[in-house]
C-alpha cells in the first residue's frame, strides 16, 4: 500500500501568495493532533494500567518508555516544519496519555524542552486512565481559561448491532458502570487564550472507541459530536467572531454522522456561513489520504476543523491556511503483514503510534 505525501494546497491561497511573495511576509503557527498511543509510565497507578507496568503484558520497561518519548519528541519537533522551519507545533493536541507526568516526561525530552511547552491535562474518567491534553508555546499562547467537558452516554443509547459491522481491532475498550449503565470515557478540554495577542479556542477530543461495532458504537461519537457542537455555539454566543479549533481522535470519519450532522462540518469553503465549521480533512479523505488503517482500509479519524471566522481572505488576524498529515518513511511500516501503516509499538519494537499526526498552519500578514 502506497502512502501519498500529503499536503493540502489550497488555491486562493496561493494566489494571494504567489502575487505578493515578494512584498508580504507572513507570521506562521503550527496547530497539531497526535494520538500518542499508550502513552504510560512504569509505575503502578489508579487506573488500569496492569498491562503497561515492567511485569504486565507488554513488558513495559523504563527503557522502553523512555524509547517511546524519545520517538514522540521527533516526531512532535519536526511537523510542520516544511513551511514552518523555525518551529514546532505552537499547539499540540494529543491523546492516549495516562496522566500528567507522561507529558512533563515529554517535554522535557532534548528535541522539546527548548520549545517552552506548558501543559494542560485533566485525569479523564474513562476507566483504562487515558485522557487527552494541550501541550503549548508559552511564549507563544497566554492561556486564559480552562475547562473539561463531559461527555455523559449511557448504554441504553447503543444502536443496533450490524452481523455485517466487524468488530474493530482496539485496546480502547467500552467500559460500562452496571450501576448506572453509564459508558465512560473522555472528557472534552477547552482551552481559550491570546496567540501573540488575538483571542483563539482549542477543543481537545478523543471520541468513544468502535468497540462492539461501528453501528453499534456510533450513538456514542455522535452524542460527543453532539457535545462538541454545543461548547462552539455556546463560544459563539458570548462572542459571534469567536474564533475556533476543534481537534482529535474522532473514531469516526468526515463523512459519518457524528462529524456531518452532528457538528455539522463542511467540506467546502465554498459553503460556509457564520457559524458553520470547516474540515479540510474531508477532502483529503475523498483523495484517498489517511491516518490510520484497519484491515487494509484507510481513513482520517484525527482530523482538525476550524470555524468559518477562520477561513476569511483577511490576513490581518490568524487565518486558517492549509493542512496536512505528517507521514514521512519513518512513521511507516516497512514489511510484512502491516506493510504501509503506521508504525506502531510491538513486542520487539518501539515504534511510534497506530495513527499519523495531522495538522494545520495559521497565518497573519506581518505589517
Not at 1 to 25: D, E, H, P, W, Y
Not at 206 to 215: I, N, Q, Y
Not at 325 to 343: F, V
Not at 345 to 354: L, Q, R, V
Request: proline content about 4%.
Amino acid at each position: 500500500m502506497r502512502i501519498k505525501t500529503v499536503m493540502v494546497l489550497f488555491i486562493a491561497f496561493f494566489a494571494i501568495i504567489g502575487a505578493n511573495a515578494q512584498s508580504k511576509k507572513y507570521n506562521i503557527h503550527t496547530v497539531a493532533f497526535y494520538n500518542f498511543e499508550n502513552l504510560f509510565d512504569t509505575i503502578n497507578g489508579p487506573n488500569n494500567d496492569e498491562e503497561w507496568l515492567p511485569n504486565g503484558a507488554q513488558n513495559w520497561t523504563g527503557k522502553k518508555y523512555k524509547q517511546k518519548l524519545h520517538n514522540l519528541a521527533k516526531v512532535l519537533s519536526e511537523i510542520g516544519t516544511s513551511d514552518n522551519p523555525n518551529n514546532s507545533p505552537t499547539f499540540i493536541g494529543g491523546c492516549e496519555i495516562e496522566n500528567r507526568g507522561v507529558l512533563e516526561d515529554l517535554i522535557k525530552e532534548p528535541l522539546l524542552i527548548n520549545k517552552g511547552y506548558g501543559i494542560i491535562h485533566f485525569d479523564s474518567p474513562d476507566k483504562r486512565g487515558i485522557d487527552v491534553a494541550l501541550l503549548y508555546q508559552k511564549k507563544h499562547f497566554k492561556v486564559t481559561s480552562f475547562t473539561n467537558v463531559p461527555l455523559l452516554i449511557y448504554r441504553n443509547q447503543e444502536g443496533k448491532a450490524d452481523k455485517k459491522d466487524t468488530e474493530e481491532a482496539t485496546d480502547d475498550v467500552i467500559v460500562v458502570d452496571k450501576s448506572a449503565d453509564r459508558v465512560y470515557t473522555r472528557d472534552q478540554l477547552l482551552v481559550t487564550g491570546f496567540l501573540d495577542g488575538e483571542e483563539i479556542n482549542l477543543i481537545v477530543n478523543h471520541w468513544p472507541s468502535r468497540s462492539g461495532g461501528e453501528k453499534k458504537s456510533s450513538p456514542f461519537r455522535e452524542a460527543a459530536g453532539r457535545l462538541n457542537r454545543k461548547i462552539m455555539d455556546s463560544i459563539f454566543e458570548l462572542n459571534p467572531n469567536a474564533k475556533i479549533i476543534t481537534m482529535g481522535d474522532l473514531n469516526d470519519g468526515s463523512y459519518n454522522k457524528s462529524v456531518k450532522k452532528e457538528i455539522g462540518a463542511k467540506r467546502k469553503k465554498e459553503e460556509l456561513k457564520p457559524f458553520d465549521i470547516y474540515n479540510p480533512f474531508e477532502e483529503m479523505f475523498y483523495k484517498g489520504h489517511s491516518t490510520l488503517f484497519y484491515r487494509d482500509a484507510g481513513d482520517i479519524f484525527d482530523q482538525i476543523m476550524v470555524s468559518e471566522s477562520l477561513v476569511k481572505k483577511d490576513y490581518s488576524s490568524f487565518q486558517y491556511w492549509k493542512a496536512g498529515i505528517y507521514n514521512k518513511p519513518y512513521l511507516i511500516t516497512t514489511s510484512g503483514q502491516y506493510k504501509g501503516y503506521p508504525l506502531r509499538h510491538t513486542m520487539t519494537e518501539i515504534g511510534y503510534s497506530d495513527h499519523f499526526p495531522v495538522f494545520v498552519y495559521l497565518i497573519k500578514e506581518i505589517k
